[in-house]
Nanobody, 119 residues
């Protein structure tokens, strides 16, 4: 089963850009749909991006073009670039690997990486 480790978070200033990484081990990442989510304190987990197996990214309307998700199956990694960072982007960012099991979709989650945006 795949294991995921996110990295690249930290404290950044408003307006800066940042790239988060999600590195997989234990299984071939190319078999999974990948997702990026975030969770701010006291708020529900929020969908940020999905990267299909063929590499096509999908975003919610709220992404406003500031998020770019990608994957490199050869490196077993996924990435999330965030531009024009805002204080409201402060959250723990998590990646997941999604796979179908019969008629059910299941997800394996990483532990997350904390991003804090300061003004």
């Amino acid at each position: 089963q795949v294991q995921l480790v996110e990295s690249g978070g930290g404290e950044v200033q408003v307006g800066q850009s940042l790239t988060l990484s999600c590195v997989a081990s234990g299984s071939d990442l190319s078999r999974y749909v990948l997702g990026w989510y975030r969770q701010a304190p006291g708020k529900q987990r929020e969908w940020v991006a999905t990267i299909l197996i063929d590499g096509t990214p999908k975003y919610p309307d709220s992404a406003e073009g500031r998020f770019v998700a990608s994957r490199d199956n050869n490196k077993g990694s996924a990435y999330l670039q965030i531009g024009s960072l805002r204080p409201e982007d402060t959250a723990t960012y998590l990646c997941n690997a999604q796979y179908s099991q019969g008629t059910t979709w299941r997800a394996i989650w990483g532990q997350g990486t904390q991003l804090t945006v300061s003004s």
